[in-house]
């Protein structure tokens, strides 16, 4: 790997790609990067094991694996094994994008379609890598605005079912809930724009440790499923079945070109903060590794891996661009899943604070689409897509019973809201001629 000088000397970096720190400097630095990505590693399973009201031992298994799977991903990523990994520092985990899709499929599939589809998802990915700037070119910054949106416009009746206690829960809406959820918000918000460094990259993970805290406090907490949790537990392969039907795969096509996106823009920026050539090939074997990881995922019994963009900004904050210290993070990660107590303790967090994180992330995925749309020009055409895209989404989301009467299918394909907007907004991005010269 060749380091272009230039840019490692305009960057100032401690540590170049290839660097190796210390043996403590890569601990302490791998658990920075860790802090700053723990938040979103442990939410998606939490999330969604929750919504499909899986059992302790169920969702314990699921944030054991997700954090040990993260690990495998990480590792591979920085590490590089053959044509496989960009071999950048770079943080694996499962996105907040898999949520809405996983409930759709976990509610008529159950786990194992859901381990079904993040297994067929990431052969799609392996598949996608080797056509990176074709891929492009389908979602231009439209289309990716219009899905983005809609994965977190689809989620916010989600997060304030959890604010208020968890849906059908006999203390719903109560001032106790609604209050723990609103602190956990005004944290994460006041850290996360106010705080400098770590504070502000793992605002998420402290804003659900301090509604935890008060919930211990008010005694909302039960710890009968962390002792019966083994101490110490070896990963399972297929331990729940798997379900490879091509219905199960349908709703999580969106989600998954949106993730390839997302590593495609990340490890372009990574690539520039590290001083390193920005090429295609370098790319295509980190989009590679993203589908192998969410293979592995599925493998393991959790959901699709893709890269974290949180990890990105710590690069420049640190001045530490080694791929090692990433590499010890993985190790760190993989450790930690091999504890299910350690998963079970956060397991059993209350649902207001996943509401009040909730609230803060889904809110800020739809802000990024609407960000991405705001770079597009807003002319007649692209405003029809917009509104027919996400109408349409968010009406299949909200009025779900509209479906009913279609074939059985039809009614997989369009019964995600995103994946209803991402299909009408790819047909109209097609069909609707751009118009030259139109008037404003």
């Known amino acids: 790997m060749e380091v272009r000088n230039e840019s490692h000397e305009e960057m100032e970096l401690s540590y170049g790609v290839d660097d190796k720190p210390k043996l403590l400097s890569q601990i302490l630095l791998g658990f920075q990067h860790i802090f700053a990505a723990f938040g979103g590693i442990i939410l998606v399973p939490i999330m969604i094991a929750s919504s499909l009201k899986f059992s302790p031992a169920m969702s314990t298994a699921l944030i054991s694996s997700a954090i040990l799977v993260a690990g495998i991903a990480t590792f591979i990523q920085s ?21 809405a899709p996983a409930i759709v499929i976990g509610k008529k599939f159950g786990i194992q379609g859901i381990l079904g589809a993040t297994i067929l998802g990431g052969f799609m990915v392996i598949i996608l890598s080797f056509f990176i700037k074709y891929i492009m070119k389908l979602f231009p910054e ?4 219009i899905v983005v949106c809609l994965i977190g416009l689809t989620l916010i009746p989600v997060s304030i079912d959890w604010a208020a206690g968890g849906s059908g829960a006999h203390d719903y809406g109560s001032l106790r809930n609604i209050g723990i959820a609103l602190i956990v918000t005004v944290v994460t918000l006041l850290l996360n724009h106010y705080g400098k460094g770590l504070l502000s990259s793992a605002s998420i993970l402290i804003g659900m440790i301090v509604g935890y805290v008060i919930c211990i406090a008010f005694g909302m907490v039960d710890f009968a499923s962390v002792s019966k949790a083994s101490v110490m537990t070896l990963p399972r392969v297929f331990n729940y079945g798997v379900n490879f039907k091509l219905d199960v795969l349908l709703p999580f096509i969106p989600a998954y070109f949106v993730s390839v996106i997302s590593t495609v823009g990340n490890l372009r920026a990574i690539n520039e903060i590290s001083g390193i050539e920005n090429g295609d090939d370098r790319i295509s074997r980190g989009v590679l590794s993203d589908g192998i990881g969410s293979v592995i995922a599925g493998v393991f019994g959790t959901m699709p891996n893709t890269s974290f963009s949180q990890n990105v900004g710590l690069i420049p904050l640190t001045k530490v661009a080694s791929r090692f210290v990433t590499m010890m993070a993985g190790i760190i990660l ?15 967090m209350p649902q207001p ?20 749309l705001s770079r597009v020009k807003l002319d007649n055409r692209n405003i029809l897509i917009i509104a027919v895209s996400i109408g349409l989404g968010l009406g299949v989301t909200f009025r779900p019973e509209i479906l009913s009467n279609l074939p059985e299918g039809l009614k997989m394909i369009f019964s995600s809201g995103i994946s209803t907007g991402t299909i009408v907004a790819l047909i109209l991005n097609l069909i609707l001629r751009k118009q030259k010269n139109a008037r404003c």
């Open 79 to 99: 590490r590089g094994i053959g044509p496989v990994g960009a071999r950048v520092a770079c943080i694996m985990g499962t996105d907040i994008t898999f949520v």
């Open 334 to 348: 993989v450790v930690l899943g091999l504890f299910p107590k350690f998963a079970a303790i956060i397991n059993v």
């Open 353 to 372: 604070v996943l509401g009040g994180v909730g609230i803060v992330m889904f809110g800020t995925v739809a802000a990024a689409g609407i960000q991405t």
């Open 142 to 145: 439209l289309i990716t605005g």
